[in-house]
Nanobody, 122 residues
Framework: QVQLVESGGGLVQAGGSLRLSCAAS????????MGWFRQVLGKEREFVAR????????YYADSVKGRFTISRDNANTTMYLQMNSLKPEDTAVYYC???????????????WGKGTLVTVSS
């Protein structure tokens, strides 16, 4: 059974940093795309960043480019999202997601974590 488990969310002041983790288990992800989305209550889920699990094909939303970095530790099957220079508008629940073969919008993802809340105070 595939599981994606996020951790690392919390409360931080504007300008601060957080690192989110996504522990992946239940299958081999070598042919998967992995990524992060975020959602504010009442709004549609928004793409943040993605990469191929084997590496490469990294892409960021314009709103986080230059501040966030996606990476993965293959040995521990964990994906990370390093978030620097955080802004109040980054406040959201952050979700880890995976899709086999090719990337998609949030509607087409195969697996989701339950999310971790990030709150950035001004």
């Amino acid at each position: 059974q595939v599981q994606l488990v996020e951790s690392g969310g919390g409360l931080v002041q504007a300008g601060g940093s957080l690192r989110l983790s996504c522990a992946a288990s239940g299958r081999a992800f070598s042919d998967y795309y992995m990524g992060w989305f975020r959602q504010v209550l009442g709004k549609e889920r928004e793409f943040v960043a993605r990469m191929r699990w084997i590496g490469g094909n990294i892409y960021y939303a314009d709103s986080v480019k230059g501040r966030f970095t996606i990476s993965r530790d293959n040995a521990n099957t964990t994906m990370y999202l390093q978030m620097n220079s955080l802004k109040p508008e980054d406040t959201a629940v952050y979700y880890c997601a995976a899709r086999s073969g090719s990337w998609s919008s949030w509607l087409g993802m195969d697996y989701w974590g339950k999310g971790t809340l990030v709150t950035v105070s001004s």
